[in-house]
């Protein structure tokens, strides 16, 4: 994966345009290469460099680029991590009520199964008792549990109902709010990008190319 390293003036360490954010780069190089300033310049240059050259210099520069905009995306970066930990406490909840009521019903047949065996066999009956009250807890373990997911899914149910009032809104869209954080800082990012990385590069490529009157390799 090709990756570029990025100061990070909050602590030194080197944050990697991680692949996702490569169609972006390329997206962001777009629209450089289509603004009038580029246009016109390359008019001017009189074909000493061409578009197409331009874009394969930039790409192929696209970690010093990027460094232009480094603590701007190590900031998207953050967001991205809070909000995927944040989902992922979300759903812990949702893990545990299939989880727990599973393993205590898979429990309570095996003990169950086990203790009458043991009871009908007439042998080891204190074991017996032991498996089959064991078994019997399990079961109730098993049935607070489904009783706690129809009423978890009751609740959820009431608060993902379509709502006309801003304020009940704005609590249940939280998930919402967070991935419009996430993408502010994302065109955050890409301003930055385009006016202090890509941009200037651009523009030094082209009056390389004038001043020596061919491409710049």
């Known amino acids: 994966m090709n990756e570029t390293c990025t100061a990070d003036t909050h602590g030194g360490r080197c944050d990697h345009l991680r692949e996702q ?12 290469l289509d603004s009038a300033e580029i246009q016109q310049a390359l008019r001017v240059g009189d074909g000493v460099i061409t578009c197409e050259h331009l874009r394969a210099l930039a790409w192929e520069a696209r970690e010093s680029i990027a460094a232009s905009a480094a603590a701007e995306y190590h900031g998207l970066l953050r967001l991205r991590r809070t909000n995927v930990s944040a989902h992922a406490s979300d759903q812990l909840p949702a893990v545990l009520a299939v989880l727990v009521p599973a393993l205590a019903g898979i429990a309570s047949a095996v003990f169950l199964f086990v203790g ?3 009871h009908l066999a007439s ?5 017996a008792g032991e498996l089959l009250a064991m078994g019997w807890i399990c079961a109730g373990v098993t049935g607070l549990g489904l009783l706690a997911d129809v009423i978890w899914l009751m609740i959820t149910a009431i608060h993902n109902r379509p709502t006309t009032d801003p304020g009940t809104a704005s609590r249940t869209d ?6 419009l954080r996430v993408w502010r800082q994302a065109q955050l990012w890409r301003r930055t990008l385009l006016s202090r990385g890509i941009l200037p590069f651009l523009r030094a490529r082209v ?3 004038r001043n020596t009157g061919t491409d710049t390799r």
């Open 207 to 209: 009056e390389e190319a």
């Open 21 to 32: 954010d490569l169609p972006a780069f390329e997206e962001v190089l777009q629209q450089a």
């Open 116 to 118: 009458y065996g043991l």
């Open 123 to 127: 042998s080891q009956p204190q074991l």
């Open 174 to 179: 939280a998930n919402t709010e967070d991935s």
